[in-house]
């Protein structure tokens, strides 16, 4: 529990004599307009007791000077002065003092405003002061309506398993009869959503840490996930659709070395028929999990599998899942292009990026939308206009600077007359993947695995002969190789030439 001594010694200890750099000043800058009335109510309200009316005139000074909180008027020196005019000496203590009476303030505050949107937090914080008190008739009555409102969602996620487990502890260790309380055992359900919680929690997160193995290079400790996915073929995997998705993505990332088609089919079938199952945010997670491994599919020669592609995002647009508080995921916008255009739906790409680009942060906004507008060109080989944008971007993301460095190389492969610069930007671009200690070594080795074929390539047709059928045997039995597509399209052109 946070209190006044606390605060302060943290004030005092470390962040001596400082108001620009403080704490307070932190909290204050996340106010809207609306808040720091809010606030004032707040804290003239009778249920609040302040003891040192000087913070009040503390946030008053502030919110004068606000949102200017780098002004010099902020000094600690010319506060205290505004706070105590009549004291001619510079008292730290005292001013820290009240800046950590005030901060502890703020803090009630936001609690209160995060109670006061979110029900159930409210309606858990109600239980717990109805159990205190012995109000047996309204704290079953409000558990009732807390599990109605859960039960009336059709999203049988974690939050959903956790609810029904804290419920039915708070009724199996209620002191009372239980009268009101339901006929079934108690405790039997939470030993089944204890099961339920602790299964489903598991296969999500992890999930996610090996999604993760698979961007980042480090490996995760991740203890009984191999116990748990033993449990194959029993009735948690058959009865929750829950469980049932996530083991299957488990699956599918465990296999990776294997390969295997069905699982792809399989798993998109589940989600497109569970979709209710989760919340907009979940779904975008599995649908990314879906196109990761279509990906790697696509890679091995499965082309046919862009189209999948094509309508797993499509499903994804629909239902948001790639926003998040309204910002579209860079990372999935650049896909769902690619992917287009990979089926030649050039026009619904523009309109998609037309449409959907004031969504996407604004930072980086116009760096993504020329390199999706790049990557049409690029499809409509109109190879001139793709490093006219790319010469516009200055591209600080990662995933766009290897967009850039691939869009390059491919243009100069098909341009007349640009040899040496298809060569440098072979060696710059082979010598940035090498040196990267972030990517994970499977992306990595498939984008060197396209700069080598594209080189063996150029190499057939600009310099020397070349055995096209090593070339195509090779590619063959090469698994992991970005852009495989555009690969075997330049080969089959040059076996033609």
């Not at 990332?253 to 390969?259: L, R």
């Not at 499903?315 to 995921?329: Q, S």
């Not at 040496?420 to 082979?430: G, K, L, Q, R």
């Not at 096209?468 to 076996?495: F, P, V």
Request: aromatic content about 14%.
């Amino acid at each position: 529990m946070l209190t006044f001594r606390n605060t302060l010694y943290v004030f005092l200890i470390l962040k001596p004599f400082l108001m620009h750099k403080s704490k307070l000043l932190d909290y204050l800058k996340t106010f809207e307009k609306s808040e720091w009335r809010e606030l004032r109510k707040y804290l003239e309200s009778g249920f609040v007791k302040i003891k040192d009316v000087k913070v009040l005139d503390l946030l008053e000074i502030i919110r004068k000077i606000q949102p200017d909180f780098e002004s010099p008027r902020l000094a600690k020196e010319k506060v205290y002065k505004k706070l105590f005019p009549n004291e001619r000496t510079f008292n730290a203590k005292r001013i820290l003092s009240v800046m950590s009476i005030l901060c502890l303030h703020i803090e009630n505050f936001f609690l209160f405003k995060n109670l006061a949107r979110n029900e159930e937090l409210r309606g858990r914080a109600l239980l717990d002061e109805f159990k205190e008190r012995n109000l047996d008739k309204a704290f079953f009555s409000l558990l009732k309506a807390m599990d109605q409102e859960v039960k009336s969602s059709m999203v049988r996620d974690v939050n959903y398993y956790r609810f029904q487990l804290d419920k039915n502890i708070q009724i199996n260790a209620h002191p009372s009869t239980l009268k009101e309380a339901p006929s079934e055992s108690s405790l039997e359900y939470v030993l089944e959503y204890l099961d339920l919680y602790y299964v489903s929690a598991k296969l999500k997160y992890s999930t996610e840490v090996l999604n993760r193995q698979t961007i980042v290079n480090k490996e995760f400790s991740n203890r009984f996930l191999n116990d748990i996915v033993k449990w194959e073929g029993q009735a948690i995997f058959k009865e929750e659709v829950y469980c049932q998705i996530y083991f299957w993505v488990l699956k599918m990332m465990q296999e990776k070395d294997q390969i295997n088609k069905g699982y792809y089919y399989h798993l998109k079938e589940l989600v497109f028929q569970h979709i209710s199952v989760f919340t907009s945010h979940e779904l975008g997670d599995l649908i990314v999990y879906l196109v990761n491994y279509g990906t790697i599919l696509c890679r091995q020669g499965h082309l046919e599998l862009y189209q999948d592609q094509f309508e797993v995002y499509q499903l994804g647009i629909a239902n948001k899942a790639f926003e998040e508080n309204g910002i579209f995921e860079n990372g999935a916008f650049q896909n769902i292009v690619t992917v287009a255009c990979f089926l030649r739906e050039y026009k619904w790409a523009a309109g998609f990026i037309d449409m959907y680009s004031v969504h996407l942060m604004g930072e980086n906004r116009e760096n993504t939308v020329l390199i999706n507008k790049a990557t049409i060109r690029f499809f409509q080989k109109r190879y001139v206009e793709v490093l006219e944008l790319l010469i516009a971007g200055h591209f600080v993301l990662l995933y766009h600077k290897l967009m850039e460095r691939r869009l390059r190389l491919q243009c100069y492969f098909e341009l007349e007359g640009y040899e040496n610069v298809f060569y440098d930007t072979v060696n710059s671009f082979s010598t940035f993947l090498r040196r990267n200690k972030v990517m994970s070594a499977a992306n990595k080795e498939a984008l060197l695995n396209f700069i080598w074929f594209a080189k063996k390539i150029f190499d057939a047709k600009n310099v020397y002969q070349y055995d096209t059928h090593l070339l195509r045997e090779k590619l063959e039995q090469t698994k992991g190789i970005a852009y495989r597509r555009w690969i075997l399209e330049k080969l089959e052109e040059l076996e033609e030439y």
